[in-house]
């Protein structure tokens, strides 16, 4: 064996060797809760200031996480802030772990749905008038006491509100002007009002997978920093 042979054929054989970086966990196992249950939607923005990233859903299964689809998402026209920070009327997307309510459309529940899904009629409203008893909540017809201008009556919004999920943002204990009618729905024009918004197929498809007994959450967080999603 001419000289240098032996030390590249053990080089070589050290490098075949070497074992390849093990791959990073999915995002769940990164995160500091996950809400306990088997199903989980991660809604991830590159930093505070967008209004555009990615919505994920994932399944937990044998103790892994095993990510089903993904979709490009739209935030708040004014970015995300921290959910307990958050002040009614500012264009942003709470930051947080929520549970999801139920689910709600203009139009019928997709074939497969298995969630707790509530039609839009002429006269179904979501309150946001901040001195109303049904702050925050789905009051069909409109409460007395509700303001129509303080509220949105969810029929006029035919392509936004086509599928919906409740988020539950300050929706148990109701903190009056953190802010109310956050959802997850579908995409319009641009960016929301403070809601998460996909592509309609997309909420179609997580309506369709989505399962009471998989206790399903939505977190919504950034990439890193004081908002990053793995802290919630």
């Not at 004014?78 to 997307?93: D, M």
């Not at 007395?144 to 599928?163: F, M």
């Not at 579908?186 to 960016?191: H, K």
Request: hydrophobic fraction near 40%; charge should be positive; proline fraction near 7%.
């Amino acid at each position: 064996m001419r000289p240098g042979a032996a030390a590249l054929a053990l080089s070589a054989l050290v490098v075949l060797g070497s074992a390849p970086p093990a791959p990073a966990p999915p995002l769940p196992a990164r995160m500091a809760d996950t809400g306990g249950g088997t199903q989980l939607i991660t809604a991830v923005a590159p930093e505070r200031a967008s209004t555009t990233g990615t919505v994920t859903w994932w399944d937990r299964s044998d103790g892994r996480w095993v990510k089903r689809g993904s979709a490009p998402a739209r935030f708040g026209a004014n970015g995300l802030v921290a959910g307990a920070a958050r002040k009614q009327g500012t264009n942003t997307t709470p930051t947080g772990l929520y549970g999801l309510p139920y689910a709600f459309g203009i139009k019928a529940a997709p074939s497969g749905t298995a969630y707790l899904y509530r039609r839009v009629h002429q006269d179904s409203w979501w309150c946001q008038d901040n001195d109303s008893l049904s702050y925050n909540r789905w009051t069909e017809p409109r409460a007395a006491d509700c303001r129509a201008a303080e509220s949105e009556h969810l029929i006029d919004y035919s392509t936004q509100y086509a599928h919906a999920l409740v988020v539950g943002f300050n929706y148990e204990r109701p903190v009056r002007g953190r802010g109310a009618g956050i959802f997850l729905h579908v995409s319009g024009r641009g960016a929301t009002a403070g809601c998460v918004s996909v592509p309609e197929e997309a909420m179609r498809r997580i309506l369709a997978w989505v399962r009471p007994g998989g206790v399903p959450h939505l977190a919504i967080g950034t990439s890193g920093g004081r908002t990053a999603i793995t802290r919630y």
